[in-house]
């Protein structure tokens, strides 16, 4: 373990050895000309990604779906962010919304779409408000539970020197939740893909989940699994983006 955790190059490449493996037996599978009836041979997809790369329509779909995704997540994670803030450093309103919230918290974000579609129609506004319900929760739990989890010693050492309010939540409450802040982003950044999958199953005109329908239909296999690869890699890149952003922020913590 020590060796590894001396070696960057060892720790970057670990992590990827089962994908290739994957691919390694995917591309095992699909070497009788009768599999990839149902399951197209790993140069299939790479063939048909650069094709949409050449034409352009590859991009295009990329850039609606994270468009769509990061709208949501902005909205939804702003008002989880503030929400969660307000309720955990108030008692009254505390009482006052976070069992409502936490209610909410168990509906599943696919069991809305009917009224968002009745709400919004199919449209643009729909599929970033159901992002932004999904990404609300994750954000706003660990944002609420950061804040209730500050050491109490250290809110009463900042008594003791005479802290104002502002100065309370900045020097101590904040830092002391932000840890916990940051794992709910992370969480909402997985989530986010998830939702949006769903989202852009109905009725759509455009983004990856409209690439995934039409192909089903002419039974276009290849593209329908480059659809399911070009989520899961949106998905781990938010991922990594978000394990930067925390250990920037978190520069004192080992992570």
């Given at each position: 373990m020590k060796?590894?955790?001396?070696?960057?190059?060892?720790?970057?490449?670990?992590?990827?050895?089962?994908?290739?493996?994957?691919?390694?037996?995917?591309?095992?599978?699909?070497?009788?000309?009768?599999?990839?009836?149902?399951?197209p041979?790993?140069?299939?997809?790479?063939?048909?990604?650069?094709?949409?790369?050449?034409?352009?329509?590859?991009?295009?779909?990329?850039?609606?779906?994270?468009?769509?995704?990061f709208m949501g997540f902005f909205i939804g994670g702003l008002i989880g962010f503030v929400l969660g803030l307000i309720n955990g450093l108030s008692v009254t309103i505390n009482l006052f919304f976070n069992t409502t919230v936490q209610m909410l918290r168990n509906i599943p974000a696919l069991a809305i779409i009917p009224l968002m579609i009745i709400w919004f129609g199919i449209?643009?506004?729909m599929k970033v408000i159901l992002v932004a319900f999904g990404v609300f929760f994750p954000i706003y739990a660990n944002t609420y539970h950061g804040i209730k989890s500050v050491d109490q010693d250290l809110l009463e050492m900042g008594s003791v020197y005479g802290f104002s309010r502002f100065s309370m939540f900045k020097n101590i409450i904040f830092p002391s939740a932000l840890s916990s802040i940051l794992v709910g982003v992370r969480l909402s950044l997985g989530i986010m893909w998830l939702v949006l999958i769903a989202a852009e199953t109905v009725a759509t005109d455009a983004g990856i989940g409209y690439m995934a329908m039409t192909a089903r239909g002419l039974m276009q296999m290849d593209k329908?699994?480059?659809?399911?690869?070009?989520y899961a890699l949106l998905g781990k890149l938010s991922d990594v983006l978000a394990s930067i952003v925390e250990k920037r922020c978190l520069r004192w913590k080992k992570i």
């Amino acid at each position: 373990m020590k060796y590894i955790k001396k070696h960057q190059a060892l720790r970057m490449i670990i992590p990827w050895l089962v994908p290739l493996l994957l691919i390694f037996f995917w591309y095992e599978a699909t070497l009788h000309p009768s599999d990839t009836l149902l399951l197209p041979s790993p140069s299939e997809v790479v063939d048909r990604a650069i094709a949409m790369l050449k034409t352009g329509e590859l991009q295009n779909y990329i850039f609606v779906s994270t468009k769509r995704a990061f709208m949501g997540f902005f909205i939804g994670g702003l008002i989880g962010f503030v929400l969660g803030l307000i309720n955990g450093l108030s008692v009254t309103i505390n009482l006052f919304f976070n069992t409502t919230v936490q209610m909410l918290r168990n509906i599943p974000a696919l069991a809305i779409i009917p009224l968002m579609i009745i709400w919004f129609g199919i449209g643009e506004e729909m599929k970033v408000i159901l992002v932004a319900f999904g990404v609300f929760f994750p954000i706003y739990a660990n944002t609420y539970h950061g804040i209730k989890s500050v050491d109490q010693d250290l809110l009463e050492m900042g008594s003791v020197y005479g802290f104002s309010r502002f100065s309370m939540f900045k020097n101590i409450i904040f830092p002391s939740a932000l840890s916990s802040i940051l794992v709910g982003v992370r969480l909402s950044l997985g989530i986010m893909w998830l939702v949006l999958i769903a989202a852009e199953t109905v009725a759509t005109d455009a983004g990856i989940g409209y690439m995934a329908m039409t192909a089903r239909g002419l039974m276009q296999m290849d593209k329908v699994v480059l659809s399911i690869i070009l989520y899961a890699l949106l998905g781990k890149l938010s991922d990594v983006l978000a394990s930067i952003v925390e250990k920037r922020c978190l520069r004192w913590k080992k992570i």
